[in-house]
């Protein structure tokens, strides 16, 4: 019986085969974050040199990355990615995804949606029928708390503050429990235009390409 982290393993290293013969010289890779995408970020490691670096979602992948001598790019340096690569927190038959479980939801979005592909790589515990048992992180500037916290509230959800935690972007967080996503594309968009809302965890507008999902019985490929 494989255990999360086997799994886990097994979902990088599928991405790293599917990505490897995207590394040419000229290539930057979007790398996300989490302790899936942590794995995929150890493995590219051995690539190190046959592309021209990484371009993370958060300060705790760049870290990571350059720790195993992978060089960094600033996405304002990049003009286009073969492929970014990172885990979710839920995902659907649709590709669509909650993220944001980390805490690195917008950056996250922004490097996806500057790269031509979009791999998941999570375990099948993963994937669900409908989006919002897990709750749905949005990024709200700190003077917005309260308000966002109210529009999630009349649309059914139950917000609760990520105690103690400041996004890399300076920003808090509202973990809204209790939503059942039907339609994820316009609750993005909704909870997108509240004012003070940075961004929220919903990956529906630019959902993933591929989703490389482990089981106890090999890669399934949606
Ligand atoms: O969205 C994320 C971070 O903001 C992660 O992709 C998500 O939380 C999944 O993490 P893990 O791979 O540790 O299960």
Redesign the pocket.
Known sequence: MLSQHDL?LQAAEAALSLIEPMLTAEAVIGV??????DLFIDGLARFRGRFRGAVAS?ERSAKRLSDLGITVLDLNQVESMPVYV????EINASLHMI???????TR?KIVASVAQKFVCI?DES?LVQILGKFPLPIEVLPIARQAVARVALSLGGMPKLREGFVTDNGNQILDVSGLSITDALTLEKQLNSVPGVVTN?LFAIRPADVALLATQHGIRRL
């Open positions: 886990k996300g974050t989490g302790s899936t995408a958060s990172d885990g979710a927190d993220k944001g479980g980390g805490g690195a939801l996250e999570a993963k965890g």
